[in-house]
């Protein structure tokens, strides 16, 4: 399976201010994708990562809100904007390896904003 | 798009019994079938995948079956363990195209 970092870990925010979640994975993983986990939810895919390009969104997920970067193969940043309470979630870097389908998750950040 | 169904949402059973969740899904182009396990505050973890052109595959004490004329699969769970109490989720998709998953099973195994 592919490694798959992450960080922070955890963080409490304040209402209205912005932070950056970093992933970093290993060379096996070729595509990157961001996905949101809300208390006892499924995950909900945000957006692909795309390499030097602007990332792929799903819908109900805007660029403002969660702009996206992956300057190289193997690093993402999802940035969370102008937090509110709603924004209180667990975020999860995934990359798949090119095996058609597979995925594997990182171990997630979880935000609570106040 | 894909829309993954998945039943029951909580499962209790007692250690030794068995397990199974069910989970349909609507395109019938989609082609792969991932199960994973996310034990509480942990990372969801793949467990097993299915892929279309198979009915059934095994891995020790799991398994999973596809129908797809009927566009549903399935996760048996054997001599389950307190150990295999976590939550369990099912996905579908086509190809390389991103996973859509089912609401999850949150699977209670007593002692």
């Known amino acids: 399976s592919a490694v798959i970092s992450q960080k922070p870990s955890r963080d409490i925010c304040q209402r209205g201010t912005s932070l950056t979640i970093q992933c970093q994975v290993d060379?096996?993983?070729?595509?990157m994708f961001w996905y949101r986990q809300q208390p006892g939810q499924s995950l909900t895919l945000i957006a692909t990562a795309n390499q030097g390009s602007e990332a792929t969104y799903e819908s109900g997920f805007v660029i403002d809100k969660f702009p996206i970067s992956r300057p190289n193969l193997t690093f993402s940043t999802l940035t969370v904007s102008n937090m509110s309470p709603e924004d209180s979630s667990i975020y999860l870097c995934?990359?798949?390896?090119?095996?058609?389908?597979?995925?594997?998750f990182g171990e997630g950040s979880r935000l609570t904003v106040l | 798009g894909e829309n993954v169904e998945q039943h029951p949402s909580t499962l209790s059973v007692q250690e030794g019994d068995s397990a199974v969740i069910k989970c349909t899904y609507s395109d019938s182009a989609s082609n792969y079938f991932p199960w994973y396990k996310q034990e509480l505050g942990k990372r969801p973890q793949l467990i097993i995948d299915i892929r279309s052109n198979v009915g059934e595959k095994k891995d020790q004490r799991i398994a999973v079956t596809l129908n797809k004329t009927a566009k549903h699969f399935s996760l048996h769970i054997t001599e389950t363990q307190p150990e295999d109490s976590a939550v369990y989720f099912c996905?579908?998709?086509?190809?390389?195209?991103?996973?859509?998953f089912g609401k999850g099973t949150m699977l209670l195994v007593s002692p």
């Open positions: 995934s990359g798949g390896t090119g095996r058609a389908g597979e995925l594997f």
């Open positions: 060379s096996q993983v070729t595509m």
């Open positions: 996905a579908a998709s086509l190809g390389y195209s991103t996973l859509t």
